[in-house]
């Protein structure tokens, strides 16, 4: 029985929090590139795996990693690491991770990422679903907002085991930085990042709280551009380091692993932690008032993650600007999604 409390606090997304009867932690990864590679080394020494699966198209690449990775197994509790080609050996996977596709380009805008990425995963999602019906699957491929709903969308899934990475890495900055600037130990600040990853992202500085206090009561202007103290400089920080590891060695795979093995944690072990990744978001005031899964967006809010994904979204008092920026990245979703042809040709829909 949910109370009032918790009512106006939540938005209650998963049909049945219920724990798994039988708790298994088999996680599967797709795509042995450096994101796929990092996550994986990430999740066998944080030992947040017994059993992991490794796959990419690559029979090359998948060898040397593996025997790379088994080398060192056995300071890892030797847990049994697959990697192969073939999906078959995904069977009954707890937690499915994406990490397909080429990274974008500086040059190359969402719509042709998100066009080239749809064709990957119109190849992989089928035999996902196949091998792991029950799956909760995280999606890291970028435009990530946009591929976890390709994914949702091809998968059929209920949208509460659909995940993108969304802001997760950007709102762990946002609070390290804080705390720098304040003195404190991150634990004492909570502050998140909304919204799209990147540029985009969305700082709710009305919501940053030390130890229950609001700054914003402290600081009306706090995060504005009539901040007195051009707080704001952190978020553009965090776009700018960003970017700037990106063009230095191409990807922010390692950050990225531990921001990754924290979601998957939660999932396995039903933590019901709260962080902020990429969600269905259903109801969003897109300018055209046509009903129907046009209305249908990922996009990061604060989420409650359990063995089933997302088991809640937290409802956020944000300001009327902070609503206006959430707004028109959905409309920017929506647009995108528009462009896109999901259909599965009957060689994947077979699968
Ligand atoms: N969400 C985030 O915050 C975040 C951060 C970093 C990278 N990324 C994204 O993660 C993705 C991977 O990045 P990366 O640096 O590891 O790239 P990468 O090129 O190093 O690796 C991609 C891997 O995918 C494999 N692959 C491609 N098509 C495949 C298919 N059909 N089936 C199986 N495997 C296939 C390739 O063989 C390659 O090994 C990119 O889309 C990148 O933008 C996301």
């Known amino acids: 029985m949910l109370t009032t409390t918790?009512?106006?606090?939540?938005?209650?997304?998963?049909?049945?929090?219920?724990?798994?009867?039988?708790?298994?932690?088999?996680?599967?990864?797709?795509?042995?590139?450096?994101?796929?590679?990092?996550?994986?080394?990430?999740?066998?020494?944080?030992?947040k795996t017994s059993e992991l699966v490794l796959i990419d198209k690559s029979e090359e690449q998948l060898q040397g990693e593996h025997m790379d990775m088994i080398q060192g197994a056995m300071f890892m509790e030797s847990p049994r690491i697959t990697s192969t080609t073939d999906y078959h050996k995904t069977v009954d996977s707890c937690v499915v991770i994406i990490t397909v596709g080429a990274v974008m380009q500086e040059d190359e805008n969402e719509m042709d990422?998100?066009?080239?990425?749809?064709?990957?995963?119109?190849?992989?999602?089928?035999?996902?679903?196949?091998?792991?019906?029950?799956?909760?699957?995280?999606?890291?491929?970028?435009?990530?907002?946009?591929?976890?709903?390709?994914?949702w969308k091809l998968s059929k899934f209920p949208a509460h085991r659909v995940i993108g990475s969304g802001t997760c890495l950007q709102s762990a900055n946002?609070?390290?930085?804080?705390?720098?600037?304040?003195?404190?130990?991150?634990?004492?600040?909570?502050?998140?990042?909304?919204?799209?990853?990147?540029?985009?992202?969305?700082?709710?500085?009305?919501?940053?709280?030390?130890?229950?206090?609001?700054?914003?009561?402290?600081?009306?202007?706090?995060?504005?551009?009539?901040?007195?103290?051009?707080?704001?400089?952190?978020?553009?920080?965090?776009?700018?380091?960003?970017?700037?590891?990106?063009?230095?060695?191409?990807?922010?795979?390692?950050s990225m692993a531990q921001a990754m093995a924290k979601i998957t944690s939660a999932i396995l072990e039903d933590t019901r932690e709260c962080m902020p990744v990429s969600t269905h978001i259903r109801g969003c005031r897109?300018?055209?008032?046509?009903?129907?899964?046009?209305?249908?967006?990922?996009?990061?809010?604060?989420?409650?993650?359990?063995?089933?994904?997302?088991?809640?979204?937290?409802?956020?008092?944000?300001?009327?600007?902070?609503?206006?920026?959430?707004?028109?990245?959905?409309d920017k979703m929506n647009e995108i999604q528009s462009g896109l042809d999901l259909t599965l040709s009957e060689m994947y829909a077979n699968k």
Request: glycine share 6%; net charge positive.
């Open 6 to 47: 918790v009512k106006a606090l939540m938005t209650y997304v998963c049909p049945s929090a219920a724990r798994r009867k039988n708790r298994r932690d088999k996680v599967t990864i797709i795509g042995a590139g450096s994101v796929g590679v990092a996550l994986a080394y990430t999740l066998l020494t944080q030992k």
């Open 174 to 254: 946002f609070k390290s930085l804080i705390a720098e600037r304040l003195g404190v130990s991150p634990s004492a600040v909570q502050a998140c990042i909304i919204g799209e990853p990147g540029q985009k992202s969305i700082p709710v500085w009305s919501g940053v709280t030390i130890c229950g206090v609001r700054l914003k009561d402290i600081n009306a202007d706090i995060g504005t551009d009539e901040d007195p103290e051009d707080w704001n400089y952190i978020h553009k920080e965090i776009v700018k380091n960003s970017n700037c590891i990106k063009s230095i060695k191409g990807h922010e795979a390692l």
């Open 113 to 151: 990422a998100a066009k080239r990425n749809a064709e990957i995963l119109k190849e992989i999602v089928p035999a996902i679903v196949k091998e792991s019906p029950e799956a909760v699957v995280v999606v890291m491929t970028q435009p990530v907002d946009i591929c976890s709903y390709i994914v």
């Open 286 to 330: 897109h300018k055209d008032s046509d009903a129907g899964d046009r209305k249908d967006v990922y996009l990061s809010l604060p989420c409650i993650l359990s063995s089933c994904g997302v088991s809640y979204i937290v409802r956020q008092q944000l300001t009327e600007k902070e609503k206006n920026l959430l707004q028109k990245s959905a």
